[in-house]
């Protein structure tokens, strides 16, 4: 099946770094990409959708200077966090979605995560 | 606008047994998806099944089906033969089709298998 990955799985870094997070498909091209994010003990919320070629759209609140996402090629996306804070520490997920059609169904693959603490 | 909304936060059941979570869910679009995922503790998002609203047919998958009635806006999942592997977080999620795919997922329902 579908192979989404995220890299680095997990990264540590002081207040006021960025850190940037890396999301590729690995059999095949996603034109579309979601970066969500996770609490503990809570639900994914969409943070925002990720096109190839073209900017990205941001969820309401999510702040696009902070939070910025590149989707340079059909198979990566990247989520910089810029100046990063302690209350930046979460869970991201990114995730490939497959439009369908031609005997294709929709779906959308998830990648296994990336665990920011920020210090 | 979509929202899903989970009632149960947590639920149990006995191995062997069969439990059913709810899920109740509002959304603006004619054409969309539901679905259940489930959330282990090594927090991989894993699809456990879906279903298309145009079909009145409830989605089944081996132990996993669903009772889809969309007057009511309710689609609750229904694990039979409940085994050890089956304890996760169990999420449920609206999503409008085509351009206007998006996924809300509910607050979740965690699940716990007793041996």
């Known amino acids: 099946g579908a192979v989404v990955s995220q890299h680095p799985s997990w990264v540590i870094c002081k207040s006021g770094t960025s850190v940037k997070i890396e999301c590729r498909s690995l059999?095949?091209?996603?034109?579309?990409m979601f970066w969500y994010r996770q609490f503990p003990k809570q639900s994914l919320m969409l943070m925002a959708t990720?096109?190839?070629?073209?900017?990205?759209?941001?969820e309401q609140g999510v702040e696009k200077d902070k939070f910025l996402i590149n989707h340079a090629s059909l198979t990566l996306s990247t989520l910089t966090v810029t100046s990063a804070h302690p209350e930046d520490s979460s869970f991201y997920i990114c995730s490939a979605w497959i439009a369908g059609g031609l005997g294709l169904r929709m779906m959308e693959y998830f990648g296994p995560g990336t665990r920011l603490t920020v210090l | 606008a979509q929202t899903v909304t989970q009632s149960q936060p947590e639920m149990s059941v006995q191995e062997a047994e069969t439990v059913t979570l709810s899920c109740t869910y509002d959304t603006s679009e004619s054409d969309y998806y539901l679905f259940w995922y489930k959330q282990p503790p090594s927090r991989q998002m894993i699809l456990v099944i879906r279903q298309e609203a145009y079909k009145q047919q409830n989605a089944t998958e081996n132990r996993f089906s669903v009772n889809f009635q969309k007057a009511a806006k309710s689609f609750s999942l229904k694990i039979s033969d409940s085994q050890l592997g089956d304890a996760a977080m169990y999420f449920c999620?609206?999503?409008?089709?085509?351009?206007?795919?998006?996924?809300?997922f509910g607050k979740g329902t965690l699940l716990t298998v007793n041996p």
């Open positions: 059999d095949f091209q996603a034109t579309t």
């Open positions: 990720s096109n190839e070629g073209s900017k990205a759209t941001y």
């Open positions: 999620a609206v999503s409008g089709g085509g351009s206007n795919y998006k996924l809300t």
